[in-house]
């Protein structure tokens, strides 16, 4: 077995995505992007191990201050969106690999690690079970793009279509990569974070701009216009492999009641299908959740792909300590939430970082099995 921690801009890395299957959430640019913005250190576990080969991009994080843990305590969180572990060219070693980065992670100090998996690229959840726990936070919604048009138009919920067909008699206008509108699309998804309360994701137009320059043609703008011409909404959707993900979107305030966002992804599927690309991915709601932005998405489609985050206790006693101490502080009992990872970030205040995605509606804690 040979494993380590690597670099972004370690060649292995860039080596491995070009061998094997990926998406735009594993590139090391990405990676290096998200720990900026996170506060973090970006970094892959790399492995091999009798013909197979393992890769996880993660972002390591300092502990918040307040927890006064010793120097050099640490854990770790995959990036934004759905960037699994990879392992090929078959799972038979997965428990090796996980066993791996286990005593490596405890080598390093790390006290647990949280996985984001990909909703379609499915790892063992036995042999995940072994080690840590398997939530499933919930479905996310797709458009299959082998389905005509009509077979589309059939599972649109009809308040939608009843939309789409105002918004277009209107005079409401949609376009794709219109880079010249970048400035107000970000100017539209700050305020859009800003009004759900999203604090965390107020990325500047920077950000877009490095995202561009990392993602190059993979990337794409939509956004739909009103009569007056002003952005009224938009989207990012990334391209790759045949998959596209609907990345980050905005709607702005005062069109709420209109719903232009509803333009977006009847367009976009239309795109999409033309440049033979097989599934267009909404994604869910927000953690998972059946809230109104599932509700949204779902009227768009009857196609399902499950989202799980797996979480890791690399260190037991360090784990238990460190939420002992963030009860503590808390002013709440001492028993350790099993619905919230890592526990002892639940009620840490002012992290200078993400806080970690919010409590599931199910822990996997055997094969198939719903505590």
């Known amino acids: 077995m040979h494993a380590e921690f690597i670099s972004p801009d370690d060649p292995r890395w860039q080596r491995y995505l070009e061998s094997n299957w990926h998406d735009f959430y594993h590139l090391p640019d990405y990676v290096k992007l998200c720990a900026y913005h996170e506060g973090g250190i970006p970094i892959a576990f790399y492995a091999q191990y009798r013909g197979a080969s393992f890769l996880a991009p993660l972002i390591i994080r300092p502990l918040p201050e307040s927890l006064n843990a010793p120097p050099g305590w640490c854990d770790c969180v995959s990036p934004y969106g759905y960037s699994t572990p990879l392992v090929a060219p078959t799972q038979e070693q997965l428990p090796a690999f996980i066993e791996a980065f286990i005593a490596l992670a405890k080598e390093r100090n790390m006290v647990a690690a949280f996985f984001r998996l990909h909703p379609f690229s499915e790892l063992n959840k036995g042999d995940l079970c072994r080690f840590g726990q398997l939530v499933h936070h919930g479905p996310t919604i797709y458009l299959d793009l082998s389905l005509t048009l009509d077979e589309f138009w059939k599972q649109v919920r009809r308040n939608h279509k009843q939309n789409y067909q105002r918004l277009v008699q209107d005079g409401f206008d949609v376009s794709v990569d219109d880079w010249g509108s970048l400035g107000e699309f970000a100017a539209l998804y700050r305020a859009t974070m800003q009004r759900v309360g999203a604090v965390t994701c107020l990325y500047s137009e920077q950000y877009f701009t490095d995202l561009k320059a990392i993602l190059g043609p993979a990337m794409h703008l939509c956004c739909v216009r009103s009569q007056t011409g002003s952005v009224v909404a938009g989207g990012i959707f990334v391209e ?8 980050l979107s905005a709607t702005a305030t005062e069109y709420l009641r209109l719903g232009p966002n509803k333009l977006i992804i009847p367009f976009m599927r239309a795109w999409a299908q033309e440049r033979l690309n097989r599934v267009l991915h909404l994604g869910g709601g927000v953690g998972g959740a059946y809230d109104s932005l599932f509700h949204f998405k779902a009227g768009f489609s009857d196609a399902r792909a ?15 300590s460190l939420s002992r101490v963030a009860a503590t502080q808390a002013g709440g009992d001492h ?32 094969p198939g099995v719903e505590a």
């Open 240 to 247: 790759m492999g045949g998959l596209v993900h609907y990345h």
């Open 306 to 320: 499950d989202f799980y985050s797996y979480r890791l206790i690399v260190d037991q006693s360090k784990y238990e």
């Open 335 to 366: 028993s350790i939430p099993t619905t919230f990872f890592p526990a002892y970030r639940r009620a840490v205040p002012h992290a200078p970082h993400l806080p970690p995605v919010p409590a599931a509606s199910a822990i996997i804690s055997e």
